[in-house]
């Protein structure tokens, strides 16, 4: 039987409790629950999500890394992508510099570069990738779309 589920742009009362739950799962034994400040609630509800409950559960993961082990705060809450509309983004990169294998300073960051090295090392392989990177091929299939959304040329 197929399941609608509206993406979480179209559920904001579930974004709290979802938050909660997802901090509540990714506590090591014993660690005590932080509290999310209500700035850092109103930066969760504000935002566009234009992914999944998974984007929520990364954003939570995040979140808990960066507190080191105090409550959670508004600088705590870092979102993959700026809530900026798509009209604001940065232009693909040329074709002239893609094949160059250059990356513009705005989109260089250490993650994008071992994504992109790992794959040309790999000739290509996702797989070959994926183990080098140590993540999921499912994870790496998620980065990929989002380079690619950025302009970014892949091997």
Request: proline share 10%; hydrophobic share 45%; aromatic share 4%.
């Given at each position: 039987?197929?399941?609608?589920l ?71 809450v ?30 260089r ?28 091929p ?6 990929i ?11």
């Amino acid at each position: 039987f197929p399941l609608i589920l509206p993406p979480l742009r179209e559920r904001a009362r579930d974004i709290m409790p979802l938050a909660r739950w997802l901090l509540a799962r990714h506590l090591d034994a014993g660690r005590p629950e932080p509290q999310l400040a209500t700035a850092a609630e109103a930066k969760l509800l504000s935002h566009r999500w234009p992914g999944t409950v998974r984007e929520l559960d990364n954003l939570m993961q995040r979140a808990l890394i960066l507190a080191d082990g105090g409550d959670i705060g508004p600088e705590h809450v870092q979102f993959e992508l700026p809530d900026t509309p798509p009209s604001a983004l940065p232009a693909p990169l040329p074709a002239a510099d893609a094949a160059r294998g250059g990356l513009s300073a705005d989109l260089r960051s250490v993650e994008e570069q071992r994504i992109v090295d790992a794959l040309r090392v790999g000739n290509g392989s996702r797989k070959h990738a994926a183990e080098v990177l140590g993540i999921s091929p499912r994870t790496l299939r998620y980065k990929i779309a989002r380079l690619r959304e950025a302009g970014v040329a892949l091997p």
